[in-house]
């Protein structure tokens, strides 16, 4: 088996910056985490801070500190920044490759989607944005890596999409209509998923998007590690 990790992105519509940052770092007793944050509003200073939280995120799960503990401590950052006064949301997807599953941490009030197969189910606990008092906890998911596990997480973007037409977006049948009638790979559910978020927008979305996919697949061919990255801009 093999872990495939893919993401999609777009701005607010005429916003020239994403509020939403992602980071994928390595864990030093191996595996990766992909950590994902949305900082309040939109623009450079919702940039500024989910980069602040992200990157805090980041550097403590690279010294070895659990998920959890680092998102408290990301969201004890942003409190004593800001005094309660702006908040960010965070995901954090980690494959741990010792206990072979994969560890969702979330302070974030969108749900996560887990997928088998054609089984689809939301994890909708409550979840708490970073940043809003001293004693912010994530909640925490773990997940056995097995054949056609497949998650999604997304920013709100995605919950806002087609609101302001009186039609919001249904994840969830989204999802088993994709997963019904093909076996989609990562890219071609996260991009589908942002895609038809932008079409209830009207090409025109209302938030910054961002949606990641991981997905458990058969493996195929050798043993590197592969990553691509599509950054699109005007030049």
Do not use: W
Not at 211 to 217: A, D, G, R
């Amino acid at each position: 088996m093999e872990i495939q990790i893919a993401v999609a992105k777009i701005n607010k519509y005429a916003v020239s910056e994403s509020g939403d940052t992602l980071e994928v770092v390595e864990r030093p007793t191996g595996g990766l985490s992909v950590v994902l944050a949305d900082g309040q509003t939109s623009g450079r200073g919702a940039k500024a801070v989910s980069m602040m939280v992200v990157r805090k995120v980041i550097g403590l799960i690279a010294e070895g500190v659990r998920d959890g503990a680092a998102a408290r401590a990301a969201s004890d950052a942003l409190f004593a920044e800001k005094q309660g006064k702006v908040i960010s949301t965070l995901n954090i997807a980690s494959v741990d490759l010792h206990s072979n599953t994969i560890v969702l941490t979330r302070n974030n009030p969108s749900p996560v989607f887990i997928c088998r197969g054609e089984q689809i189910d939301a994890h909708i606990e409550e979840s708490e944005p970073l940043g809003t008092s001293r004693n912010v906890r994530p909640v925490i998911t773990e997940v056995a890596v097995e054949p056609e596990l497949a998650i999604v997480i997304f920013t709100d973007g995605i919950v806002h999409a087609g609101k302001r037409r009186g039609q919001p977006m249904d994840v969830a049948e989204t999802l088993r209509s994709l997963m019904e009638d093909q076996d989609p790979s990562p890219q071609q559910l996260a991009d589908s998923l942002l895609a038809h978020a932008v079409q209830l927008d009207d090409g025109r979305p209302a938030d910054d998007i961002s949606v990641l996919v991981l997905k458990v697949s058969p493996r195929a061919g050798d043993h590197v590690r592969r990553m691509n990255v599509r950054l699109p801009f005007n030049g």
